[in-house]
């Protein structure tokens, strides 16, 4: 999940489009493998790509290419993303040994995204066994891990940053190639 609001900025929205490029050069891309499915929150949230549409690394990579250019704008709305990624993206069937997770990337968390509600969402998240790996930029730590399960937050002190986060990102999905 990446955060397209206006206060990302197109700098660090392609930040986050380099980090997560970045990330999948380390996954195992394919239908029976690794599936990545990647989307826009602001103040709604927009489906990039689904886990069936693109099925490889090379698929993926160049989806993030296409976007790297847009336009940031909104109000950061991380638990509407996070709604939206666990039952609009994962949707049965879901294959039940895969391990499965959410990263979303936000510089923001208001009031209502750190809410009752995103914690609730975190809640049914691990209920469905998927992990929420928030990655906070300019937030402290603690508002990280309201928002994500247990053992799985990241903070950077920016989006200029998130590259740094990258080993300990690997570290908790992988394993990878």
Known sequence: MLDKSGSIGVNNWQKQIEFL????????????????????????????FGFDDK????????????????????????????NYSLYG????????????????????????SLSDKTKQYVREADEKAIHVITICMKLHTWDCAEASTPGYNV??????????????????????K
């Open 21 to 48: 490029k970045n990330l999948t050069e380390h996954l195992d891309v394919s239908v029976n493998r690794t599936r990545v499915a990647a989307l826009q929150h602001a103040t709604k949230a927009d489906v990039m």
């Open 55 to 82: 099925t490889s690394r090379k698929e993926v990579i160049d989806a993030l290419d296409l976007n790297i250019h847009q336009q940031t704008s909104g109000n950061s709305k991380y638990h509407r993303a996070l």
């Open 89 to 112: 993206i994962f949707k049965p069937p879901l294959r039940q040994k895969a391990r499965k997770f959410i990263i979303g990337l936000t510089d923001d968390m208001d009031n209502q």
């Open 155 to 176: 903070s950077v002190h920016r989006a200029g940053k998130l590259n740094e986060a990258l080993p300990d990102v690997i570290q908790l999905i992988c394993p990878c």
